[in-house]
Structures are given as C-alpha cells and as structure tokens.
C-alpha cells in the first residue's frame, strides 16, 4: 500500500494513509480566531449573521433556535425557466421560483439540498444563487424582531480524502436586506458578506449542508431532529471533519460524527470542554476503514468511544494540558500502555504526532 502523509489540523491534525503516493504534510486550520472555552478551545461551527450564531433551520418553517424560514427562492440562470412561464401567477414573481416551508416540500438528502413545487423537483446548482427568507429573535428574548436573507451564492461538488463526494454551499448575506433590530448590530457593507468564517489555513468559506442534525452547542451533543438542516461550516470542527477528515454525516450517521468532533476538539470528557486549540498534530485509526495510523509507533493521546468522550488517556495533545489536568476535571482513566485500537470497546485511536 502507498502511503499519504497528509496532515490535516483543525482543532487536531490528522494524519492519513489513503492508498496514493506520499505528500508533504499540509497544515489548514493554525492560527484559527478561536472562542475559548475554558483555557483552549475550538469552535464547533463558525456561521454567522452579524453577531448572532446561526447553525440550523426547520425546514417545515417553524421556530428553531432563535430562527424562522418564512420562504426560499431559486433564481433561473437564463430567466427563462417553463416552471415560471407555467406558475408565474401562482408564485407571485415572474423571475423566481419560490419554495413555502411547510407548504412545498424542503428537504436535505445526502448532503444535497432539495425541494419540490408543483410536482417538479429542485436540486443541486438549482439552488445557486438562492435566497433564504428568515426571521430571526436577535436578541433572543422569544419574540422575532429581524429579517435577514441569506444567499447560496455558489455551489461546487466536492470530493474527500476517501473518494466520496458532496457538496458545498457559499452562503453569504447582504446588509442592506437586514431588517428590524439587527440592523442595530450589523455594520453595513457594499459587498456580500460570508456566513462562514474563513477557514485560515485554506481560505475556505464554503459549508456542507447536514440533514436532521441538531448540534448543541454547549455540551457537543448531536441528535436527530427530523426536517431540520444543519450548515456546516469547513472552518468549524463540525464541517471539517466531513470536508477534510472524510468522515461525512450521511455516510457516519451522527453518533459517529460526534465523536470524530469530539476528537478533534479534543473533547474528552464529552461534555463540550476542548482542550486543544488549532495546529496540534494528530494522528488517527477507526473502526469504520476511513483513516489508519502513519506511524504506529508515537505516543497513544486517546481511545474514544462512540456516543462518549475518551474512554480512556494517556498524553494529551496540547502543551499546556497534561493527564492531570483533565482527570482533576472529569475524573477520566489513564490508559494501560501502548493498546491496540478496540481494546476499550472504542472505535477510534488517536496518537499524538
């Protein structure tokens, strides 16, 4: 087998053996605009509206996290969509085809965003250049009070580390369309602004789009909730580990996506705390046959259980935390010496770089 000796770094490195020729080793991520949380800290996702963190929305059009899509609107490339000629009238424009949530069904399948109107199906670079209508509670105190439109401004298919493709949304919003109270907070711009952070070491804007994802933000806990999509920022652990790592949602189910961002937040006690920040090397195995070790022989970090924290750890990734610091926090189990991954009933090993 060939080995590829890329590394990848977000808030960990990962180091990959993927059946191709070596390549020098790739830092993305270093020198991320961290939220700390506690002493180190890297964020679970980086999108958002002015200063208000917007990560999902409820496709059906109901209340969500401070949030409220009243309607969605594709914009024909050459203004001459039959769809328009045919239910103009009904859509109330001439130059859209607009989705009601609730009404016209908006769904996310495998990454891709979807929708239906009048027995036809949209997707794909359908939604390049499509305008999303939201309310939003902005100072969260349970009443809307803003209006904001985010745009798809373009849409690329993507390919992992392992050869699986997906897609990737460049969402981005004006300010001179925000309305209401926001408009209090958001400085106004001439140019479209990312929803995303940029992703440092890229330059990445983009954002995988997660079906039935709901994250917390505070613990790190994924759960379904159906109807729902999830953006995914690159430049935050929860899309980084999809579009670099290779360990996509729809493939992993969220469990498995929570644990792999888990373990590159290193978060080991599995309650949202991360003690590492961006640009600390990491190499890892799993059980699922995405990622295998470089160099077996470096020093174990962790084993991780799926729907958990580390199950147990040995030397952590950062500097500045030592095995100490986080048994005096969680009360966390040293592990035995140099295991093999499984030995713990865990389906990743990581090892320090």
Known sequence: MKTLTTILSLAATL?????????????????????????????????????????????????????????????????????????????????????????????????????????????????????????????????????????????????????????????????????????????????????????????ALEALSNEDLHVDMKSGDFSTRPDTLFVACVSGAVGKVQDKWGYLHHELGYKRHETITRVARADYCADGTSFTEPGMKLQVEDAWGYNVLVDPFKETEAHWIVGGGAACLQAPRHPAVSFEKVFAYCGIPQCEGDKPLGVYGDEILTKNW
Request: proline share 5%.
């Open 15 to 203: 180091t990959l053996s993927l059946g191709c020729d070596a390549e020098p080793e790739i830092d993305f991520g270093e020198g991320d605009d961290i939220a700390f949380r506690g002493p180190l800290g890297m964020k679970l996702n980086t999108s958002f509206l002015g200063d208000f963190e917007w990560n999902e929305l409820d496709l059906n059009g109901k209340f969500h996290e401070h949030a409220q899509l009243t309607k969605v609107c594709i914009e024909p490339s050459d203004g001459k969509n039959p769809d328009i000629k045919k239910y103009g009238s009904k859509m109330g424009s001439l130059d859209d085809v607009c989705f009601l949530p609730g009404v016209d069904p908006i769904w996310v399948k495998q990454g891709e965003i979807m929708a239906e109107k009048y027995g036809k199906v949209y997707s794909g670079y359908d939604f390049e250049r499509s305008s999303w209508y939201i309310s939003l509670d902005y100072d969260q105190d349970g009443t809307l009070d803003s209006n904001i439109v985010p745009r798809i401004e373009s849409i690329g298919q993507q390919v992992s580390p392992q050869g699986s493709f997906y897609w990737a949304y460049y969402w981005t919003y004006m300010t001179k369309d925000v309305t209401g109270l926001a408009t209090k907070f958001i400085e106004q711009q001439d140019a479209p602004v990312p929803i995303c952070e940029m992703d440092v070491g890229t330059g």
